[in-house]
T-cell receptor
Framework: NAGVTQTPKFQVLKTGQSMTLQCAQDMNHEYMSWYRQDPGMGLRLIHYSVGAGITDQGEVPNGYNVSRSTTEDFPLRLLSAAPSQTSVYFC??????????????FGPGTRLTVT | AQKITQTQPGMFVQEKEAVTLDCTYD???????LFWYKQPSSGEMIFLIYQGSYDQQNATEGRYSLNFQKARKSANLVISASQLGDSAMYFC???????????FGKGTRLSVIA
């Protein structure tokens, strides 16, 4: 099992450019989520999905789009990059069923810089 | 309102000593789970320990234990016999019942001194 994979590992964008951060998991997890990590702010939830075809907004969704067409993939799209989106982005997945103890598995992260 | 509060931005501990990292939480849901994750300088998120709101005993995993005080809504992480490799960011997180997201605190940076 590869677990949760994210591509790319590093990315530099110019303001106004668009791009997609890829996330895939091979554990057949229904639940997937995207977080951004900024110094002193912890991990903040951007969007999440409880299954294919279902997505919902988290704490900081503005400027980001997601879709979930398959169980395995959960891409995060930046429509028009802004310097405020410079961050480290983590994708995570877990089983669902409402299990409180379901461990969330994290990808290695994508470090994005917007100039 | 912030659901997870970690009031210690940074902590120092001597090698082989024990250290407690504080975490308080806020929820009105009687069913919830509390997690601690470690993030070393390499950046990956490592799951350490879990405590359920109905668990009668404090969770333990090796050198990690969770001091769960439900009435005070605190879930402090205790690391015994600190090692240099314990130097990292530590995050407390909570999930409420249902398919709800994991919400994180801002983290505590632990530095272990030889």
């Amino acid at each position: 099992n590869a677990g949760v994979t994210q591509t790319p590992k590093f990315q530099v964008l110019k303001t106004g450019q668009s791009m997609t951060l890829q996330c895939a998991q091979d554990m057949n997890h229904e639940y997937m989520s995207w977080y951004r990590q900024d110094p002193g702010m912890g991990l903040r939830l951007i969007h999440y999905s409880v299954g294919a075809g279902i997505t919902d907004q988290g704490e900081v969704p503005n400027g980001y789009n997601v879709s979930r067409s398959t169980t395995e993939d959960f891409p995060l799209r930046l429509l028009s990059a802004a310097p405020s989106q410079t961050s480290v982005y983590f994708c995570a997945s877990s089983t669902t069923g409402g299990g409180l103890s379901d461990e969330q598995y994290f990808g290695p992260g994508t470090r994005l810089t917007v100039t | 309102a912030q659901k997870i509060t970690q009031t210690q931005p940074g902590m120092f501990v001597q090698e082989k000593e024990a250290v407690t990292l504080d975490c308080t939480y806020d929820t009105s849901d009687p069913s919830y789970g509390l997690f601690w994750y470690k993030q070393p300088s390499s950046g990956e998120m490592i799951f350490l320990i879990y405590q359920g709101s109905y668990d009668q005993q404090n969770a333990t995993e090796g050198r990690y234990s969770l001091n769960f005080q439900k009435a005070r809504k605190s879930a402090n992480l205790v690391i015994s016999a600190s090692q240099l490799g314990d130097s990292a960011m530590y995050f407390c997180a909570m999930r409420e019942w249902g398919n709800t997201p994991l919400v994180f605190g801002k983290g505590t940076r632990l530095s272990v001194i030889a």
